[in-house]
């Protein structure tokens, strides 16, 4: 999936460049360091599951969501 991601964007020449960061585990100090990168207000979140029923996708999924702010999902997600 990620590198499928990553080859898409990589046909189109982006301006200005943008910066694509991945969490996959719940770990909080790597989605503290990470998050504290970034802009939550220039910042989009795409949650990724195969099953739907992965505990850490869906941990990592509400953080974000709450790191967003509730105004921010419906452009943002």
């Known amino acids: 999936g ?3 991601f990553l080859e898409a964007l990589s046909f189109r020449r982006i301006h200005p460049p943008i910066s694509v ?3 996959e585990n719940p770990d909080p100090t790597d989605f503290r360091l990470t998050l504290g990168r970034l802009d939550p207000k220039k910042t989009l979140v795409c949650i ?5 029923q992965t505990f850490e996708t869906w941990a990592l999924a509400f953080a974000a969501l ?3 702010g509730k105004n921010r999902w419906k452009t943002q997600v």
């Open 66 to 68: 709450q790191w967003l």
């Open 2 to 4: 990620p590198k499928s």
């Open 21 to 23: 960061s991945f969490l």
């Open 48 to 52: 990724v599951t195969k099953s739907g």
